[in-house]
């Protein structure tokens, strides 16, 4: 059993803007349900959603600032939570990182420099919380200073630096390292400074005894200039201490037996069953209820997810017999695109903007298949998700995609090991021809039942995730 204290700016149900959130909620919940002792710290946001108590525990003094430590747990958990409550840098409105029109917060290196010195603190026992880990566990960016600060402390707990990624890297002016007074000893081309900036990345990247990111193939790519954003040197030199390990899903809140959110419950072995749920889906957003391929899409429309691609097929796409529904929000072009499409095609297509849980829930369950475009993709759940509730989905073979979804091809139907439907090139042409070549598969009920039958058995449970984290935890 390891004590282990898991730092993230993020974790569902408490304060969620993406997928690092849905990991800080499950992989800490996962590890204890294997024994191990797990404490999560986050940043006290005035947005924190919790039905829990919390209790004051501590007040941690630093040089020029000071926190008050508060506890709670993981909603539906046992797992301790430990918030750093500091109003003046955390008590804003809204976003944990952006004010109301999606601008970054200008002090933003200051807020998480502060919640890194105070995991720093908690880490090396001086939280005045009776508790010291074994291991320290950090997430993205805005957790990266703590594996450097630590590594000057002796005695320090072990650490593990996670990319859920690398697009995004915490990068701010050369005066931002003196204003926030850090270790002179930090500051040159091996540690923080990056092209002159200071970069908060740099400091799990450089420092933390083990990197890990979320899926192997996107553990290959980040070592590359297409996907390292200027930091696949470093990678590359430190690419024995670097592991891809892919992430899970809920398989409470993901179950198609036992989903609130879905009309109509099944498995594998009631798949007719599942037709309730498209019938539902297609009634609720206004569709006739055709017996044509339902196609769905549920995510932020940026380019990353590969947007432009599917509204240069959406021409093509409405000329077939098939329909499609999309959940998302992200650029105005694309949203503008989108519902203009859905206004012009009313019987074939629908769009709703935002994001809505339930719904989300409703379109795994009741599409015929998933669409995942992605220019990159991490890791990506909604294609774990779809293979779930027996929605085959068509993904580009990039990062997690390719670690999770294995393309029909003969022999893969042949071993009962097909999945869903990989394409290569980013290109409207290449995702045009998988689509195709799914609406054929479709259209033989038993491939396609036995298509569907291969996804539901799969096993995406976080189980196996965190036994992959110990098993690393053990080498530490």
């Not at 204290?5 to 997928?19: Q, R, W, Y």
């Not at 923080?192 to 899926?215: C, H, M, P, W």
Request: some cysteine; overall charge negative; aromatic content about 10%.
């Amino acid at each position: 059993m390891k004590k282990i204290l898991f730092v993230s700016s993020e974790a569902h149900p408490l304060i969620k803007t993406g997928g690092l959130a849905d990991v800080s909620g499950s992989l800490p919940k996962a590890l204890a349900d294997l024994g191990d002792e797990v404490r999560l710290i986050i940043p006290n946001y005035q947005a924190i959603k919790t039905t829990g108590d919390i209790y004051y525990k501590s007040t941690v003094q630093l040089q020029n600032a000071y926190a008050n430590l508060l506890e709670t747990r993981l909603p539906g958990t046992d797992v301790l939570v430990w918030l750093v409550d500091c109003p003046q840098l955390f008590g804003l409105a809204g976003n944990p990182y952006t004010d109301a029109q999606g601008q970054a917060y200008a002090n933003n290196a200051e807020r998480f420099a502060l919640f890194c010195r105070i995991a720093v603190e908690v880490a090396m026992g001086r939280g005045y919380l009776d508790w010291k880990p074994d291991i320290v566990h950090c997430n993205d960016w805005q957790t990266g200073l703590v594996p450097a600060l630590l590594s000057l402390e002796s005695g320090r707990p072990a650490t593990v630096f996670t990319i859920h990624n690398m697009a995004y890297q915490g990068l701010f002016p050369k005066q931002a390292f003196s204003l926030l007074n850090l270790p002179r000893a930090l500051w040159h081309p091996n540690g923080l400074e990056f092209n002159g900036s200071l970069s908060f990345i740099k400091g799990g990247l450089a420092y933390a005894d083990r990197i890990t990111t979320v899926s192997p193939t996107y553990a290959e790519e980040i070592q590359s200039a297409e996907f390292g954003y200027g930091l696949e040197g470093l990678l590359s030199y430190r690419n024995n201490d670097l592991t891809g390990i892919v992430n899970g899903i809920d398989d409470g809140q993901w179950n198609s037996l036992t989903d609130p959110a879905i009309a109509s419950h099944y498995d594998a072995s009631s798949l007719a069953d599942k037709q309730g749920n498209k019938t539902a889906l297609q009634t609720r957003l206004g569709l006739p209820l055709a017996k044509v391929p339902l196609f769905a899409l549920i995510s932020r429309l940026v380019d990353q997810k590969g947007i432009d691609l599917l509204l240069a097929c959406l021409p093509e796409m409405m000329a077939l017999p098939l329909q499609f529904v999309l959940l998302g929000s992200g650029e105005k072009q694309y949203e503008q695109q989108l519902v203009a499409f859905a206004k012009a095609n009313p019987e074939k297509m629908a769009v709703t903007l935002g994001y809505d849980e339930d719904l989300a829930h409703l379109m795994e369950a009741g599409a015929d298949l998933f669409l995942m475009p992605s220019r990159f993709e991490p890791c990506g759940l909604n294609q774990l998700y779809s293979q779930r509730y027996g929605t085959p989905p068509i993904v580009r073979r990039c990062g997690g995609l390719a670690d999770t979804v294995i393309d029909t091809l003969p022999e893969t139907l042949a071993n009962n090991t097909a999945t869903g439907f990989v394409f290569d090139q980013a290109s409207a042409g290449s995702l045009m021809e998988a689509i195709k070549r799914a609406l054929f598969v479709h259209s033989q009920p038993k491939v396609w039942q036995q298509l569907q039958t291969n996804g539901m058995q799969k096993d995406f449970s976080w189980q196996n995730s965190a036994k992959a984290y110990q098993a690393l935890y053990a080498q530490l």
